[in-house]
């Protein structure tokens, strides 16, 4: 992916070469918006990065507007990394998913100081150096930024591409979001700068920025984000990159991926290096990290932090302790999740008291009934809290706890909110004792609890707290990824019995839609065609999103990789899945309880029936579309009335066409919508076939008659 990124980018800069070689623009003028480039780029890194400026407000302003005058009036100049282009015009319609060149692994957690001991002495093992303890490591401790992680791409020292994070392995381009991101540069700050390097780090809102963007939607009737992670992370994925820079995101650069070329004699040796040279190169790097050659000394500078974290103008949760030398982390290598030679060694949990107001069973999707306390409102880890897991009736029972007792709540993991200990001495005369029911809330069903299990469940498969709460899962974005197919959408379906299973999405018609609330035409026929596309998904997201107990998303793919298909799964036995290496014998056993059910197997029997991908192989078009336009090329241009121009290419591409960004001898159909451009002139020069988007429906369904 990487290299294909450089050659387009070269191949880009090629074009502007020859563009620029023809054009009649004073060079003057292009000599002033360069060195207006350079002088800005320069104050940008001074002011956001260094926090030292060069230049008045009031001078940047102008210099700045002097740039954009120069660039409108001859736009031939404007080039990507220009100050005046880190907000696009217009907003995107989707975010396209791409591989990451090199996994975006996440961290390793230890909770205390005797699990960093233990994370040492594993790494040791690995590395072989047991006997050399005292001397064999040095590491680099950073701050753990509470934010949104990020891969930045850089083609010949021009931004080129950033990416979220997302499972690790693909993540979706958020470009045009990155480039409004002030502390992080456009081109690289070197005269020579390598074909191509790969930054990776944290985007994150400083405190006051969060406080700020919260009384504003506060002000103006709009729910507050829970907290400033929160708010970073859907901030990224704003769809409007001018909502991204009115956002005020900061970044700070923790890893550089080295790229050949690099000139010879400076490539780092260390991670000390490497942030050294991130901030060479423009980059806001946190500057409170430090080089600690020992333990003993990481155990010192987390100690300090835990207080002085306060003070900080961003939340930070922990540090990250990464070993310094480069070759060491060679060496030493990742396990199936995560880097054998970092670690994050995070705070504990901040706690604080709240009353219990009432105690409810919640029945999850696999029947699992969790009693929740509803709380006293309190703001905890920067989100405000309202209810709180009690787990089990064990817990319950361990806590004795009652309706109107004071609890410590604290967040398991900084995420969850949980209940710690209930403070018996500020107990009231009418508290009330609770215990789990014995029949589940949603459908009367006799609650089980099986032997040597903690988690009571209600078994009833058709359970209808079950079924949404499997729909919800099966439509979230690393499992099916149905776009429109949100939570008071799946209680209207589950409710009205419009849907039963994932299998019944594919048979809901645009008629059945249309009397649900938010539901008209337009937007049901959305959906039907969102739920047709993800019928194109492949056969790790359907076992992801078939919801089986221990298998998330990356068990998911690793099971898919040694069982191509759902039959080669149901034949796998407890011994070939336990030992795959980082499963293991629950996951087996897992798999193996699910596909005892009747109804799961069912459910994988309609599955197939209808279209979908439960092998490793690309799944064919459904056969109720038909590949009808199998060897068809297909150019769309303009602005069309119904579909926006990917969900066009999609409903093409299920029916078997190809899509290609330019008309040429070998194009078949050019779809023209409203401004059409240059295309449709190329297109009517040809003698290309050009159709309306009912033009190209009236053909797929004379096809079709003529197929059959």
Known sequence: NLRRLSA?????????????????????????????????????????????????????????????????????????????QRVGEKAAERFESVDHAIPMYSLDNAFSLQELWEWEARLLRVLGLETERAAALDYVCELKIDGSAMALTYVDGVLARGVTR????????????????????????????????????????????????NREREAV???????????????????????????????????????????????????????????????????????????????????RWETERRTLPYQTDGAVVKVNALRQQEEAGFTQRSPRWAVALKYA??????????????????????????????????????????????????????????????????????????LQDLRPADARAYELPSHCPECETTLVRAEGEAVTRCPNPSCPARVRGQLQHWASRDALDITGLGEVLVHQLVDRQLATSAAD?????????????????RSSQKLIEAIARSKQQPWWRVLYGLGIPLVGAVTAKTLTERFPSAAALQQATLEDIANIYGLGLEVGQAIAAWMAVSEHVNLLHDLADLGLNLSGSESSAPSEFAA?????????????????????????????????????????????????????????????????????????ADLIVHAS
């Open 628 to 700: 009808i336009f199998a060897g068809k090329t297909f150019v769309i241009t303009g602005t069309l009335p119904c579909r926006s121009r990917p969900e066009m290419k999609t409903w093409i591409e299920m029916r078997g066409g190809k899509i290609t960004s330019s008309v040429s001898k070998k194009t078949d159909y050019v779809i023209v919508g409203e401004d059409a451009g240059s295309k449709l002139a190329k297109a009517e020069q040809l003698g290309i076939t050009c159709l309306s988007e009912s033009n190209i429906e009236t053909l797929a």
């Open 8 to 84: 387009i980018k070269r191949r880009e800069n090629d074009m502007s070469q020859r563009a620029g070689a023809d054009n009649t623009v004073p060079s003057e003028n292009g000599q002033r918006a360069a060195e207006l480039r350079r002088m800005l780029q320069a104050a940008s890194i001074a002011y956001h990065v260094e926090d030292s400026p060069i230049l008045e407000d009031s001078v940047y302003d102008r210099l700045y507007r002097e740039l954009q005058t120069l660039e409108q009036q001859h736009p031939e100049l404007v080039v990507p990394d220009s100050p005046t």
């Open 505 to 521: 999405l594919y048979r809901l018609r645009v008629d059945n839609l249309t009397g649900l609330e938010r539901m008209g035409q």
């Open 166 to 213: 997302g499972d690790g392995r693909m993540g979706e381009d958020i470009t045009s979001n990155v480039r409004t991101i002030r502390t992080l540069p456009l081109r690289l700050n070197t005269a020579t700068p390598p074909p191509l390097v790969e930054v990776r780090g944290e985007a994150y809102l400083p405190d006051a920025e969060f406080e700020r963007i």
């Open 349 to 422: 949990a901040e706690e604080v008291p709240s009353r219990i107001l009432n105690i409810l069973p919640s029945v999850g999707r696999t029947g699992a009934v969790t009693p929740v306390a509803e709380l006293d409102p309190v703001r905890l880890a920067g989100t405000t809290v309202s209810r709180a897991s009690l787990h089990n009736a064990d817990r319950l029972r361990e806590l004795d706890v009652c309706i109107g007792d004071t609890a410590i709540v604290r967040k398991a993991g900084e995420i969850i909110p949980e209940i710690v200990s209930i």
């Open 221 to 303: 009737g709009e729910p507050v984000f829970a907290n400033p992670r929160n708010c970073a992370a859907g901030t990224l994925r704003q769809l409007d990159s001018r909502v991204v820079r009115d956002r005020k995101l900061h970044f700070f650069a923790y890893t550089l991926h080295l790229p050949q070329g690099w000139p010879a004699g400076t490539l780092p040796i260390s991670q000390l290096e490497s942030l050294a040279s991130l901030r060479s190169l423009g980059f806001a790097v946190n500057p409170h990290c430090q080089h600690c050659p020992s333990l003993a000394e990481v155990e010192a500078f987390f100690q």
